[in-house]
T-cell receptor, first 113, second 110 residues
Framework: NAGVTQTPKFQVLKTGQSMTLQCAQD?????MSWYRQDPGMGLRLIHY???????DQGEVPNGYNVSRSTTEDFPLRLLSAAPSQTSVYFC????????????FGSGTRLTVV | KNEVEQSPQNLTAQEGEFITINCSYS?????LHWLQQHPGGGIVSLFM???GKKKHGRLIATINIQEKHSSLHITASHPRDSAVYIC????????????FGTGTRLTIIP
């Protein structure tokens, strides 16, 4: 099993550009979520999904969109990149049933210039 | 005040020492997670616990629900244990998202 696959691993964007960070899991996990990691702040929740067709906002959703058309995929879209979105992004997935341990992707390092 | 607080923020120890990292939380939870992140690397789940104690190799995690406190212990520490250790909690009655502490950077000197 591949687990949680994130692409790309690195990306440089210019301010105002758009892009999609891809996240796919092959474990049939119901729950998927996106986090950003900034120095000194820990990981913060951007958006999450409890199943196909269902998404909700987290702590820092502004500037990001998500959709969940299938159980496997949960892409994160930056509509108009800003320097404040420079960060490392992690996708994670888990089962809804107990015990619901988490599996994380390897991360995407995004720089907006 | 953050919902999840870790201490210490940084810890440097000699190889072989017993290590303790602490985590306190202020909200109701369904589970507490301990995660490991190596420099430039991804995040690996070490433990998920809702009560008592778990052990895996040289790592031990404990939780006290009444005191809202958890500890991660490393016995016979080794330089390969050098990493950032992160505490995170799942909300009450759910596991759909996590709230994280800011992490403890552990450095083990040979």
């Amino acid at each position: 099993n591949a687990g949680v696959t994130q692409t790309p691993k690195f990306q440089v964007l210019k301010t105002g550009q758009s892009m999609t960070l891809q996240c796919a899991q092959d474990m049939n996990h119901e729950y998927m979520s996106w986090y950003r990691q900034d120095p000194g702040m820990g990981l913060r929740l951007i958006h999450y999904s409890v199943g196909a067709g269902i998404t909700d906002q987290g702590e820092v959703p502004n500037g990001y969109n998500v959709s969940r058309s299938t159980t496997e995929d949960f892409p994160l879209r930056l509509l108009s990149a800003a320097p404040s979105q420079t960060s490392v992004y992690f996708c994670a997935s888990s089962y809804s049933n107990w015990p619901g341990g988490y599996t994380f992707g390897s991360g995407t390092r995004l720089t907006v210039v | 005040k953050n919902e999840v607080e870790q201490s210490p923020q940084n810890l440097t120890a000699q190889e072989g020492e017993f290590i303790t990292i602490n985590c306190s939380y202020s909200v109701g939870i369904s589970a507490l997670h301990w995660l490991q992140q190596h420099p430039g690397g991804g995040i690996v789940s070490l433990f998920m616990l809702s009560s008592g104690k778990k052990k895996h190799g040289r790592l031990i995690a404990t939780i006290n629900i009444q005191e809202k406190h958890s500890s991660l212990h490393i016995t016979a520490s080794h330089p390969r244990d050098s990493a950032v250790y992160i505490c995170a909690v799942s909300p009450n009655f759910g596991n759909e998202k996590l709230t994280f502490g800011t992490g403890t950077r552990l450095t083990i000197i040979p």
